[in-house]
């Protein structure tokens, strides 16, 4: 996780914080925490990621459903997980 979070910090200081490149290290933290069984903050950066994919790629581009995708997975594997506990 350390070197997503580096990652993004370069990448925002380098394109800004709304750039697409931006999207794909929010993406790729957000599934990252969804491994480790972390929803909450899966859903977080997913979420960010989505936001901007929607904003400068447009709703139906592949990198923006795949982030749906993506969100949608992460609630139902964190809704899944809470209800075994």
């Known amino acids: 996780m350390e070197y997503h979070k580096k990652s993004l ?14 999207a794909i290290n929010y993406n790729n933290i957000g599934l990252t925490y969804k491994n ?4 909450n903050e899966a859903l977080e950066y997913c979420k960010k990621s989505y936001e901007i994919r929607k904003i400068n790629l447009g709703e139906d581009h592949a990198d923006t ?9 992460i609630e139902y594997e964190g809704k899944s997980n809470c ?3």
């Open 36 to 39: 480790q069984g972390k929803y």
């Open 9 to 22: 910090y370069i990448v925002e200081k380098c394109v800004g914080k709304n750039d697409s490149r931006t």
């Open 83 to 85: 209800s075994i506990y």
């Open 65 to 73: 459903i795949s982030t749906v995708k993506n969100i949608e997975l």
